[in-house]
């Protein structure tokens, strides 16, 4: 099972950028699917991103299609998340998530997908 390492959280003025990083280890990253995640206190985790194995496609929902970008770099077992002109509805804490399968050639993006989780690294953005 693959360990995930999240970092590059931090304190944030709205319309600002942060770029979130998440270093793999103990599996096999480059066949694995990627994804991120949110939880804000209060409220459920909901999916934030999806990369699949080759990094050929991603998926995002409509609150940060346009803003986020995830990308990965299997030479390094890292996946990213760069996120651009921040809201403060984005503060929360961001999870790293690893397919529970490998070689898929899609970006999944239900909870139940991901079967490997890192312990979050938190994003506040202030108004």
């Known amino acids: 099972q693959v360990q995930l390492v999240e970092s590059g959280g931090g304190l944030v003025q709205a319309g600002g950028s942060l770029r979130l990083s998440c270093a793999a280890s103990?599996?096999?990253?480059?066949?694995?699917?990627m994804g991120w995640f949110r939880q804000a206190p209060g409220k459920e985790r909901e999916f934030v991103a999806s990369?699949?194995?080759?990094?050929?496609?991603?998926y995002y929902p409509d609150s940060v299609k346009g803003r986020f970008a995830i990308s990965r770099d299997n030479a390094k077992n890292t996946v990213y998340l760069q996120m651009n002109s921040l809201k403060p509805e984005d503060t929360g804490t961001y999870y790293c998530?690893?397919?529970?399968?490998?070689?898929?050639?899609?970006?999944?993006?239900?909870?139940?997908?991901?079967?490997?989780w890192g312990q979050g690294t938190q994003v506040t953005v202030s108004s």
């Open positions: 990369i699949c194995w080759s990094g050929r496609n991603t």
């Open positions: 998530a690893a397919d529970k399968n490998l070689g898929r050639n899609w970006a999944p993006f239900l909870m139940n997908d991901f079967g490997s």
């Open positions: 103990g599996g096999t990253f480059s066949s694995t699917a």
